[in-house]
């Protein structure tokens, strides 16, 4: 090969190769494991769907089922084989072995199915116990702009003015002496559920911290949230409604797991499985369900002694 | 070693007499042509007599030899070519041009360069002959010599800081030449132009290095602003803008952050204005740009991909000149003129306009209630520069650079385009006030100490600062008030002696020392309710300094040879030790009209430009830099560059450049899907911020092509780049590279200019590859202990797939005419002129029915006009 022939073919190969693009999404189907291991109760159920394509509506994808896979659980040194119910894609512990998970308690998950393999591990945390709670009303409601979204082809905002309570709840836990290695996810969950664009910034219905920074009153921590009941107009009064106060103990992966849900349209959640998508945890869960009336308004209520 | 060799191998073929047994070789050649001349003797010797026909075809030749040396008949044809010859086998001789100097170092180019207004001596200005590389530095009287010349045709290129660039061609020998250079602004009215970032011939021995002066702006496509620097710096091969129209420049695949902006010397740090659409670097204002892209010279450095060193005018020498020019963003002037014989000055201002049109204030009334909404945002910068010459040999320089943008909003959250509807008083509001700019001083003393020598000198101040004042009014009982506030204030000082004793030889070396200051302070309340309320006041401040020597060298050994050796010592506060980068560049001339250029070398950044990714509260414009200190590692980089330039004929100029390039602890977000979407966030201690980032090696390789015609009324000239731009974090898991944020694997970009008396015309078009994005692969269900099931987009890698390829076509057209003593120009430039809706952005949302696809478009068809008046 004379010298300029290499020239030239050395010059063609370089561009070819820059440019070269490998880009190439990845389509092939992964398992999806969710799994909660409670503190204070049993070996939980495990749940194993797979991904789907995505021209599947939401109904093919909840009902992506994984009935035949293989799965096991080491709690602490104990092996125990999980068995699919008849309900698709709910395993259980194939023996009723009267566990019950304790603070410390470690846990291996491993799934087996279509040649795809996939383990994820935990530890028990602390059980978690609301002591009291306090729910404070205003006595009116508020103005507040209602935004749906903020579009991206759009620079036009179609906002509208509407009216509100906001109403602040306050949650107490008792602490832990090992609250260093933990997070809190607290939450207020109204069975009347509202958003807002704009106002879901200011809103606090739901938290995600690291125990130690949650706000210290003697034995116990507590966090402060706030939701929203709309009212059709500026006098009228709180709508009769339920809300449900819970609070989660859990580690790092957990917090992750929860942080990262929020934006489905940009991100998937963090995921503590090696080779899968899900989570397996293990949590420790405290929950209170008030009902709440015009009764409530215009002052605050505690409710303790739990 | 090699000069040695060199000089042996010159000795032996010198003493050898290569005498052609039995054979007479009779040469009788007047204006004959060599090729016929060279057949002849081949013929009558029976050596093989070897050469290139496009090195031989041109000359014709004058000779009377009768005798038996062939070598003695080669000397004497060849005696008035540049041509020497050399024998390389017992029977082969080898036509060529010489490898060290042309034998008979006859001739001699001797003259004088002076001021064309004043006619006084410019010391220290240069001379160069492109196609030899030879050159010289005029003396105190002006004089200049160059020699080792043969009897030929040479371009000769004249150049002096606050003149303008004099090319000319003459024919040596001759009389003693006289140069005259034009104060920078005369016969120019504006300054890039990048086709003739393909023509000229620079003297730097760099690959990647453009050097852009002042002639003919006409023939560059630009985006939006006709003055816009980085617009026309966009149509070099290897460069991007991160966004559509805005952002700043991608070089090679880095990020915009590694790019260093000078401006008089002193570092720029937000080179921009509008939100990244318009550059700070207003081409009229300018007189020397030098772009390096990847290999820069040892006196620069702190950053790895790309140095941009602009000086502004001096202001013209001979009479005052000003230039008014309104364009759809902005208006402007610059005026220059002389104060005395040796002091001139040059002002320059630009400021958009739009919120003069639809009004910065708005007052507001609907059922007694009264309000005042403001929609204001401008932006301005000045530009001064007073120059003082106290003798021949010395000048001084005060140069001023302020720039601003002003973001001034109070509006309902009730936007649309309709205004009846939201152009009213509001209980529900948002305030934004933004305030961010550069302001920069430098004042710089350059001196000619000997002829050979010329000592520089700068001090500056840049100051980088920005403010974010928010008000949020959601409901009547919940606010959000923050005031944000970032400054960078970088003090300086840079010094260097330019040596030049020989045309063989000459060196730089510099030593530069910068303080620099980092502040940033946050003071907000989050007024969620009334008792649920949080005050964040947060302060961090830094101070970095940093200390550099450099010395750079240039050695010719040959007409053919050119080597550059630098070295550029580098320490600074919080990195270890004195950091070494060595940089070495060598060029080749293959052929008179072919050059083959190579560069090494390594480099080191110690600032990192980071951005907050959760909060809402800070870091919306502001660009927050961040010194190395003992948990984050400066970012290195080597690269390897090689090229040719080629010229095939004189109107014609090809150029091919591929690059390899290595990068470590490259800062990249830790978390690539985290945006702001949220009030709260780590806050603006730079060890949260740093805690969003993680390491990352980069590597970046490629094949840049360019070619350019121009032909009396046209220009044409088409550009392409083959690249590759990845990264891999393994504290993000990835044991492989992926593509990284400005990935673009090819890029093509045409134009086509015609210009003739009063008018011009030019079509400019570009095509490439969309930029990387994260495409989800598949969707699936999950839930939590206290949530229902919920449905996400499986993303399986980071930019495992690309927008669609980005194209667009703009068109120009000018005319220029003189009315009542002004020279006048018009101007209409047709952007996107096919209304092609490309896709900048896309949003994939899990829906009932299966995917949301929300696209982001680019910029539809705009007519932009611009009209622009000289007096």
Not at chain 2, 493 to 508: H, M, Q
Request: aromatic share 10%; with cysteine; proline share 5%.
């Amino acid at each position: 090969m004379t010298r300029r022939r290499f020239l030239i073919f050395a010059a063609v190969a370089a561009l070819l190769i820059s440019a070269c693009d490998s880009v190439q999404p990845n389509t092939s189907d992964q398992l999806v494991i969710e799994g909660f291991f409670d503190a204070g109760q049993g070996l939980p159920d495990l749940r194993v769907r797979k991904t789907v394509g995505l021209d599947a509506d939401q109904d093919e994808v909840r009902d992506a089922f994984v009935a035949d896979a293989v799965v096991n659980v080491r709690h602490n040194s104990t092996l125990v084989d999980y068995r699919p119910t008849e309900d698709s894609g709910r395993y259980e512990p194939s023996l009723d072995l009267s566990v019950q998970l304790k603070s410390g308690d470690r846990f291996t998950v491993s799934v087996s199915w279509n040649e795809q393999s996939t383990t994820g591990s935990g530890r028990i945390p602390p059980e978690v116990r609301l002591d009291s709670i306090m729910l404070s009303v205003p006595s009116e409601p508020i103005e507040a702009v209602l935004v749906d979204s903020l579009r991206l082809d759009s620079l036009g905002i179609d906002a509208e003015t509407g009216y509100l309570y906001a109403v602040e709840a306050t949650m107490w836990w008792l602490k832990t002496d090992a609250e260093d290695d933990y997070w809190i996810q607290a939450q207020l969950r109204p069975f009347t559920e509202f958003s807002s664009l704009v106002l879901d910034f200011i809103l606090l219905p739901e938290q995600v911290f690291p125990e130690v920074e949650g706000s210290e009153n003697g034995v116990s921590r507590s966090w402060t949230g706030l939701y929203a009941i709309p009212v059709a107009d500026g006098e009228a009064p709180l709508p009769p409604h339920q809300l449900r106060l819970a609070v989660v103990r859990s580690d790092q992966d957990y917090a992750d797991y929860v942080l990262t849900r929020g934006a489905p349209d940009r991100r998937e959640p963090s995921s503590n499985l090696d080779g899968a998508l899900g989570i397996v945890a293990g949590i420790s869960v405290d929950s209170l369900v008030v009902s709440i009336d015009e009764s409530y308004t215009g002052k605050r209520t505690r409710i303790s002694g739990r | 070693m090699r000069s040695a060799s060199l000089a042996i191998l010159v000795v032996v073929q010198v003493l050898a007499s290569i005498e052609v047994a039995g054979q007479s070789i009779r040469v009788e050649a007047d204006d004959a042509k060599l090729r016929d001349v060279l057949e002849s003797v081949g013929l009558q010797s029976g050596i093989d007599i070897v050469y290139a026909h496009s090195l031989v075809d041109a000359h014709r030749v004058t000779c009377d030899y009768d005798g038996n040396r062939l070598d003695q008949a080669l000397s004497c044809i060849l005696k008035d070519t540049r041509l020497g010859f050399e024998q390389v086998g017992p029977r082969q001789f080898v036509i060529r041009v010489p490898l060290h100097v042309d034998p008979p170092n006859r001739y001699v180019l001797t003259g004088r360069i002076v001021d064309a207004a004043s006619r006084r001596p410019l010391t220290g200005a240069h001379v160069y002959l492109p196609e030899t590389a030879a050159g010289s530095v005029a003396a105190a009287d002006g004089s200049f010599k160059v020699s080792g010349l043969s009897r030929t045709k040479y371009r000769v290129r004249s150049s002096f800081v606050g003149y303008g660039t004099v090319d000319t061609v003459v024919a040596v020998p001759r009389e003693p030449l006289l140069i005259a250079l034009q104060p920078t602004g005369i016969g120019t009215e504006t300054l890039v132009v990048i086709g003739e970032v393909y023509r000229s011939q620079t003297a730097s021995a760099l690959p990647g290095m453009v050097e852009l002066d002042g002639n003919d702006l006409e023939q560059i496509p630009r985006s939006i602003d006709d003055q816009d620097l980085f617009q026309a710096l966009e149509w070099l091969p290897g460069i991007e803008r991160s966004g559509e129209t805005i952002g700043g420049l991608s070089v090679r695949g880095s990020s915009p952050d590694q790019n260093l902006y000078l401006l008089e010397r002193a570092p720029v740090y937000h080179p921009s204005h509008a939100f990244s659409l318009i550059s700070t670097f207003q081409t009229e204002t300018l007189t020397d740009v030098k772009f390096y892209r990847g290999s820069f010279p040892a006196e620069h450095g702190g950053m790895l991909s790309a140095v941009l060193d602009a000086r502004l005018k001096d202001g013209r020498r001979d009479r005052p000149r000003a230039n008014v020019a309104i364009n759809a963003l902005n208006a402007r002037f610059l005026v220059e003129a002389p104060i005395t014989r040796s002091a001139s000055f040059m002002i320059a201002a630009r400021r958009s306009y739009l919120d003069k049109i639809i009004g910065s204030e708005h007052p507001v009334e609907e059922d007694g209630k009264r309000d005042t909404l403001r929609t204001g945002y401008y932006f301005y910068d000045w530009s001064a520069k007073l120059t003082f010459r106290p003798g021949d040999r010395s000048r001084i320089s005060a140069s001023y650079y302020r720039g601003r943008d002003n973001l001034d909003l109070k509006l309902p959250f009730d936007l649309s385009l309709n205004f009846s509807d939201w152009l009213r008083p509001a209980d529900l509001f948002f305030e934004v006030g933004h305030r961010w700019g550069n302001e920069i001083y430098s004042v710089s003393y350059d001196v000619v100490l000997t002829p050979a020598a010329v000592f520089s000198a700068t001090a500056y101040e840049s100051r980088y600062d920005a403010d974010e004042r928010t008000f949020v009014q959601p409901t009547s009982s919940s606010v959000v008030a923050s005031d944000y506030a970032v400054s960078l204030h970088d003090l300086g000082v840079r010094s260097e002696v330019e040596f030049t004793p020989t045309n063989i030889y000459s060196a730089k070396v510099g030593l530069s020392a910068a303080q620099i200051r980092f502040q940033s302070t946050l003071d907000a309340q989050l007024e969620r309710s009334a008792s649920l309320v949080r005050d964040v006041d947060e302060f961090s401040e830094l101070t970095s300094f940093e200390v550099a020597a450099f010395a750079q060298g240039s050695w010719r050994p040959s007409a053919r040879w050119r080597v550059e050796p630098g070295l550029r010592l580098t320490t600074f506060t919080g990195a270890k030790g004195v950091r070494l980068d060595p940089r070495l560049n060598a060029s080749y001339r293959l052929r008179p009209n072919l050059l083959a250029k190579a560069a090494v070398g390594t480099q080191v950044q110690y600032l990192h430009r980071l951005r907050d990714r959760y909060s809402f509260l800070y870091d919306l414009v502001s660009t927050r830099w961040v010194p190395v200190d003992g948990a984050i590692r400066p970012s290195t980089s080597s690269q390897l560059a090689a090229g040719l330039e080629m010229e095939p004929s004189a109107y014609v100029t090809v150029k091919a450049e591929t690059y390899y390039r290595r990068s470590e602890g490259v800062l990249i977000p830790r978390d690539h899907f985290q945006t702001k979407d949220g009030i709260d966030g780590p806050g603006i201690d730079v060890a949260a911020l740093l805690g969003e980032h993680t390491s990352a090696s980069m590597r970046s390789y490629g094949i840049e092509l360019a070619g350019q015609i121009a032909i009396r009324h046209w220009d044409i000239s088409v550009t392409y780049t083959g690249s590759k731009s990845e990264s891999r974090a393994f504290d993000l898991g990835e044991a492989f590279f992926r593509p990284s944020r400005y990935d673009v694997p090819r890029s093509l970009r045409s134009s086509v200019s015609w210009s003739r008396n009063r008018w011009s015309f030019s079509v400019a078009a570009i095509a490439r590859s969309g930029y990387p994005e994260t495409v989800p692969t598949a969707q699936y269900a999950v839930g939590g202990p206290l949530d229902d099931t919920e449905f996400f987009l499986h993303r399986p890698a980071i930019n495992n797939g690309r927008l669609p390829a980005y194209a667009r076509l703009d068109l120009y057209g000018g005319y220029r005419f003189t009315a009542g003593g002004a020279r006048i120009r018009c101007k209409l430039h047709l952007y996107n002129v096919t209304n092609r809706r490309n896709v900048l952005g896309r949003q994939y949302s899990p829906g009932v029915d299966g995917i949301a696809l929300i696209e982001r478009s680019g910029l539809p068809l705009l007519p932009l006009f611009e009209i622009e008046m000289e007096l």
